[in-house]
């Protein structure tokens, strides 16, 4: 009888990335105002291109929550703290006039889930959004956006705390983003 082999390597428990090219150390500590609520889909907290688990690990002023999970309701009491605001590309922006976030939710999943988490999730329909403009040529990139506007969840966030609090505060995020896909693209030759 042979010894069963696991289809699945080992990842780091941290960043999700194969022990070789763990990203940990290279973590910043990104301090903002803005506080940032990330919405997990379950699905998503597995996959070893994830940036929304990497994002709130550079983010103190962050929190994390899965959303999915069969045994365990999302309490939205959170998503009506005053000053809460959606990072979604689609739908329309708060007015110009609008005071800046104080909490801003990110869908952390691929671009169908975070539409029907909009959709599903009536609290999520009733934010003021900030919609970032559409990524400049040359970001890097794993694949190729399902959405015009998309990009994963950290480059997302980045954009919005530079929009927010300025692009010295996004650059170590942007930093981290390129690596990661970096990381990422590397452990593909593995």
Known sequence: MSPRISRFRPRCERCNL???????????????????????HLVEARKKSNTGGVAALALPNSR???????????????LSEPGTWLLFPDGPAAPPD?????????????????????????ALRALPRLVLPPPEPGLLRLRDPTHPSGM?????????????????????LERLAALRVQRIADCGTL
Request: net charge negative; charged share 20%; glycine share 2%.
């Open 18 to 40: 194969p022990p070789q090219l763990c990203l940990c150390a290279e973590i910043p500590r990104v301090e903002t105002r803005t506080r940032f609520l990330l919405l997990q």
């Open 64 to 78: 994390l929550l899965t959303y999915g999970a069969p045994d365990e309701a999302l309490d939205t009491a959170v």
């Open 98 to 122: 609008a005071p800046e976030p104080r909490q801003l939710v990110v869908l952390d999943a691929s671009w169908s889930q975070a539409r029907r988490m909009s959709q599903r999730i009536a």
């Open 152 to 172: 994963s969840t950290l480059d997302a966030i980045a954009r919005a705390v530079a929009v927010l609090e300025g692009a010295e505060v996004a650059a170590p």
